[in-house]
């Protein structure tokens, strides 16, 4: 084998590497947009949301009506909502973080065969009396695989680890939500006694 076949199987694996660096980049903006669209609907139901209960302050008779319009279960309607939209985005990160792991596999896959590859050419094309050079440089190529592995076992810690706090936070928003209800049913119950 020659320099110019060594030079195009490394840049045979140098142009699937940028394709997946491409397909990194389109799934990045494809979430990007997703959540942005979230933000968006999210934002637009609080404005409406704040104004209806602006309006129905204002146009309220006496304080009685201001006390019933923030009741516990206006209170739990806005906690809902919130842990609606939380896992909306929830799901859009979970999603994101699928096809982003698929993309990672498949290249450290594509990778490690292709690397793998041309040390079995360079080598099958090694010339007499360089077996301690093939050797050692299959060892070297070897380790560098090995680090392939461990970047793999990382990145699905990684992804493990944000699916886990994304689950910590809508667990949060809940038990908020439910810790202002226990708080605001006492208080409720004792205005109606009254």
């Not at 949301?49 to 009506?65: E, M, Y």
């Not at 590859?117 to 190529?141: E, L």
Request: proline share 2%.
């Amino acid at each position: 084998m020659n320099q110019d076949q060594i030079t195009a199987k490394l840049s045979q694996i140098n142009s699937k590497g940028l394709e997946a660096s491409f397909s990194l980049s389109e799934a990045a903006l494809e979430n990007a947009q997703k959540l942005a669209e979230l933000n968006y609907a999210a934002s637009k139901d609080a404005l409406v949301n704040a104004q209806d209960g602006i309006q129905q302050v204002l146009s309220a008779k006496d304080p009685k009506q201001v006390t019933e319009i923030f009741s516990p279960d206006t209170l739990q309607a806005a906690g809902n909502q919130a842990v609606a939209y939380q896992k909306k985005v929830t799901k859009v990160l979970r999603d994101g973080n699928k096809e982003f792991a698929n993309v990672v596999e498949s290249s450290i896959d594509q990778l490690q065969d292709g690397f793998q590859d041309w040390i079995n050419t360079v080598a099958a094309n090694a010339p007499a009396g360089s077996d301690a050079f093939v050797s050692s440089f299959k060892t070297a190529y070897g380790s560098a695989l090995q680090g392939f592995e461990q970047f793999r076992a990382a990145s699905k810690e990684a992804f493990a680890t944000a699916e886990k706090t994304a689950d910590q936070a809508v667990d949060a928003v809940q038990g908020q939500i439910a810790q202002v209800k226990k708080a605001a049913t006492p208080a409720s119950r004792g205005r109606k006694a009254a």
